[in-house]
C-alpha cells in the first residue's frame, strides 16, 4: 500500500490496497499511522457495499450508531441503524422534498463541524464512501483543526487551555432558523460538554475541538460565547487550513473527527448525491 500526500501534512491519498477484501493487520496499522500524519485519507476506485464498508471500518473499533444524530423515524430509514445517511434520498431512494423536515435538518452539514461532537463520547473516525456523485459542488471540505490550533498566538493558547464548549444539535440547528423541534427531540439533543483544547491520544498534538454544534462556552454569557466561538471557526477554516475533496464515485474518504473539522458544499439538489458513512465511536475521555 502506498500513501501520497496531497497537502503539506495534511490529507493524503492512499492506493494499492483493495478495501472490499479483508486486509491484513499490516494495511490496518499503515492506515492509522497515516491517519495520524495526515488526520485524513482519500482512497480512489473503492466499490464498496454496505457489508464491505461495515467490515472494514470495523477494523478501527466498534461502530457508532446513528440514534439520536437525526430526526428520521426508524421507520423511515434508507440504511442500515450503523450507518449514517448523508444522501439526499428517502427510503424509496427518491430525492427529498425541498422543505422535507429530514432534508431542512441534513442542511447542517453545510456547517463546518466534527461528527457526533453533540455526543457526551464524541467520533473517532468517520469514513464516508461516494455511491453516486455530483460533478458540480457537492464537495467536502475538511479543515486541520492541529495546524489551526498551531497558528493560534500564545495568549489565545494560554486563554482557551481550559474552556469547557457545550455542544448540541440544537445550537447548529438554531443557526440556520431549524428550531421546531418536539420535546422528544430537545431531550434527546441536551448538550453535553467538551474541552475547547484536545491533545491527541496517540501523536500527543494539540487542536481545536471546535463544530457548528458548539453554542456555548461554561461560565461565559452566550453572545461572548458564540462571537469567540465564530472568531476561532473563522480563523481554523482560513484556505489555508482546508482540503476541499471533489468527489468521484466509488471514492472512500475518512477523517479523524479529533483533529479536524467538515462541511458539504452547496450543490443541485434535484440530482442524485448518495453518499453513506461509517463511524468509528471513541473512547470515554
Ligand atoms: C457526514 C457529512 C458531508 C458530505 O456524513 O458526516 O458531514 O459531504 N457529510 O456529505
Ligand atoms: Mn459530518
Not at 430526526?71 to 434508507?78: E, G, L, P
Request: proline share 3%.
Amino acid at each position: 500500500m502506498r500513501i501520497t500526500p496531497i497537502n503539506e501534512g495534511f490529507a493524503a491519498e492512499f492506493a494499492d490496497v483493495d478495501l472490499t477484501r479483508p486486509v491484513s493487520g499490516d494495511v490496518v496499522a499503515a492506515i492509522e499511522s497515516g491517519m495520524n500524519q495526515y488526520a485524513m485519507l482519500v482512497s480512489r476506485d473503492q466499490a464498496l457495499n454496505d457489508d464491505t464498508q461495515r467490515d472494514f471500518t470495523r477494523r478501527f473499533g466498534p461502530l457508532e450508531a446513528a440514534s439520536g444524530g437525526h430526526v428520521t423515524a426508524t421507520s423511515d430509514r434508507r440504511l442500515p441503524l450503523d450507518m449514517q445517511d448523508a444522501s439526499n434520498l428517502d427510503q424509496h431512494q427518491r430525492v427529498l422534498a425541498r422543505d422535507d423536515r429530514r432534508r431542512m435538518f441534513n442542511l447542517g452539514n453545510r456547517l463546518w463541524h466534527s461528527d457526533s461532537s453533540y455526543r457526551p463520547v464524541t467520533a473517532r473516525y468517520s469514513l464516508l464512501s461516494g455511491r453516486i456523485v455530483v460533478t458540480d459542488g457537492g464537495r467536502t471540505e475538511f479543515a486541520d483543526m492541529r495546524a489551526a490550533y498551531d497558528a493560534l498566538d500564545n495568549e489565545t493558547k494560554a486563554e482557551i487551555e481550559d474552556l469547557v464548549c457545550e455542544h448540541s444539535l440544537m445550537f447548529s440547528r438554531g443557526i440556520l432558523g431549524f428550531t421546531a423541534l418536539s420535546e422528544a427531540e430537545r431531550t434527546m439533543f441536551e448538550p453535553v460538554r467538551h474541552k475547547l483544547v484536545r491533545t491527541h491520544p496517540s501523536t500527543g498534538r494539540k487542536s481545536l475541538f471546535l463544530s457548528a454544534h458548539a453554542g456555548a462556552i461554561v461560565n461565559w454569557p452566550v453572545p461572548e460565547a458564540r462571537a469567540f466561538l465564530r472568531d476561532l471557526i473563522e480563523h481554523a477554516t482560513q484556505r489555508r487550513f482546508v482540503y476541499s475533496h471533489v468527489w468521484r464515485r466509488n471514492d472512500l474518504v475518512m477523517w479523524d473527527n479529533r483533529t479536524t473539522m467538515h462541511r458539504v458544499t452547496r450543490f443541485d439538489e434535484s440530482q442524485i448525491r448518495d453518499l453513506r458513512r461509517t463511524t468509528v465511536a471513541g473512547i470515554a475521555a
